[in-house]
């Protein structure tokens, strides 16, 4: 069974450009959740989606948005890329969602920079 | 503050030595979870944790809710375990994550 599947691995950007990001979550997983991870510090939780509804929303800014299809697959959208948006993105899914039970795999996640 | 502190940050230790990493948190939680992330960037979920302890191979991972403290230990210590170390919580009814910042462990020979 495959992992969490993210594409592209690898991007550069030009400041003011758009990137669309995707995660293909573990078969039967319809949990997705993105978090963004700058170089030399921990996770940020960016979106979750379940059942291809938004269920939680970190504090980004509106330039931030994401959505799950019908497959459970997902992409992140990020808008008018800053040089602080470089970063690790890494998508996680999970069987369930508000359930304490849950194991949450990660993705290798995409390596995004913005020049 | 964070609302999750990991020490220490960074930690060398020779091979086959006995690791410590605490995590403290300050907010009420329905699970922990110790995670591995290797260079490359990608995150293993090593334990997840409610309550009391758990060991796999020389992994053991302890969790005391009342003081909001969690523990991760490696036993007999091996430079394939350098990694960062992340603790990360799950608040409220949803599944979101809340990370440490991370122990970069380097295991030397």
């Known amino acids: 069974d495959a992992g969490v599947t993210q594409s592209p691995t690898h991007l550069i950007k030009t400041r003011g450009q758009h990137v669309t990001l995707r995660c293909s979550p573990i078969s039967g997983h319809k949990s997705v959740s993105w978090y963004q991870q700058v170089l030399g510090q921990g996770p940020q939780f960016i979106f979750q989606y379940y059942e291809k509804e938004e269920r939680g929303r970190g504090n980004f800014p509106d330039r931030f948005s994401a959505r799950q299809f019908p497959n459970y697959s997902s992409e992140l959208n990020v808008n008018a890329l800053l040089l602080g948006d470089s970063a690790l993105y890494l998508c996680a899914s999970s069987l369930y969602f508000g359930r304490t039970r849950n194991t949450i795999y990660f993705g290798e996640g995409s390596w995004l920079t913005v020049v | 503050k964070n609302e999750v502190e990991q020490s220490p940050q960074n930690l060398t230790a020779q091979e086959g030595e006995f690791i410590t990493i605490n995590c403290s948190y300050s907010?009420?939680?329905?699970?922990l979870h110790w995670l591995q992330q290797h260079p490359g960037g990608g995150i293993v979920s090593l334990f997840m944790?409610?309550?009391g302890k758990k060991k796999h191979g020389r992994l053991i991972a302890t969790i005391n809710i009342q003081e909001k403290h969690s523990s991760l230990h490696i036993t007999a210590s091996h430079p394939r375990d350098s990694a960062v170390y992340i603790c990360a919580v799950i608040t409220g009814t949803a599944s979101k994550l809340t990370f440490g910042t991370g122990t970069r462990l380097q295991v030397t020979l």
């Open positions: 944790l409610s309550s």
């Open positions: 907010v009420g939680i329905s699970a």
